[in-house]
T-cell receptor, first 116, second 114 residues
Framework: AAGVIQSPRHLIKEKRETATLKCYPIPRHDTVYWYQQGPGQDPQFLISFYEKMQSDKGSIPDRFSAQQFSDYHSELNMSSLELGDSALYFCASSPTTLVSDTDTQYFGPGTRLTVL | AQSVTQLGSHVSVSEGALVLLRCNYSSSVPPYLFWYVQYPNQGLQLLLK??????LVKGINGFEAEFKKSETSFHLTKPSAHMSDAAEYFC????????????FGKGTLLTVNP
């Protein structure tokens, strides 16, 4: 079965640089979520999109922005990177309508961002 | 606000022993509860979820969890631990059903000793 695809898997940036993370949801999933997991931490919700509109917002810094495109893929743009932005960034997708009892959020493998 | 608390950041068991990972939730509305597993340097994999149907939920890899409203708990168990179960386990609560943002607990690292 198709899974959530994230690219790149690893990214190394310098402080004050910008980074773009991409997420390709499971086919026919129209909702995308972004989470940030710092070293040794639990995942923290950043932002979500439904049908290309922002549906919810969590603890996302103003330096970050995100969008969902017409093909439902999503991009997380991060500017003025700081050392503290080093983390694993997960994307998850879900269908809006519960088709079956097993429908829920499916997570991608994550993008590991290292800021030097 | 809804939240989950995982008791014990590190649990160590012997191979073949019972696994018990504790999770308590706080919610003003009937919650949707989840257990995810994370292997080193990998993503989050859903083990099981509770969505107000059966209170005893069976998941993958022999894990199960029981929703106890009176105790506000959703503990994860497995009768016999296997070496391959060694991983980080996260309990999570959804704010509005299965398709809303998840709030995770701090995680419990499970170590399985031979």
């Amino acid at each position: 079965a198709a899974g959530v695809i994230q690219s790149p898997r690893h990214l190394i940036k310098e402080k004050r640089e910008t980074a773009t993370l991409k997420c390709y949801p499971i086919p026919r999933h129209d909702t995308v979520y972004w989470y940030q997991q710092g070293p040794g931490q639990d995942p923290q919700f950043l932002i979500s999109f439904y049908e290309k509109m922002q549906s919810d917002k969590g603890s996302i810094p103003d330096r970050f922005s995100a969008q969902q495109f017409s093909d439902y893929h999503s991009e997380l743009n991060m500017s003025s990177l700081e050392l503290g932005d080093s983390a694993l960034y997960f994307c998850a997708s879900s269908p809006t309508t519960l088709v079956s009892d097993t429908d829920t959020q499916y997570f991608g493998p994550g993008t590991r961002l290292t800021v030097l | 606000a809804q939240s989950v608390t995982q008791l014990g950041s590190h649990v160590s068991v012997s191979e073949g022993a019972l696994v018990l990972l504790r999770c308590n939730y706080s919610s003003s509305v009937p919650p949707y509860l989840f257990w995810y597993v994370q292997y080193p340097n990998q993503g989050l994999q859903l083990l099981l979820k509770y969505t107000s149907a059966a209170t005893l939920v069976k998941g993958i890899n022999g894990f199960e969890a029981e929703f106890k409203k009176s105790e506000t708990s959703f503990h994860l168990t497995k009768p016999s631990a296997h070496m391959s179960d060694a991983a980080e386990y996260f309990c999570a609560v959804s704010h509005g059903g299965s398709n809303y943002k998840l709030t995770f607990g701090k995680g419990t690292l499970l170590t399985v000793n031979p």
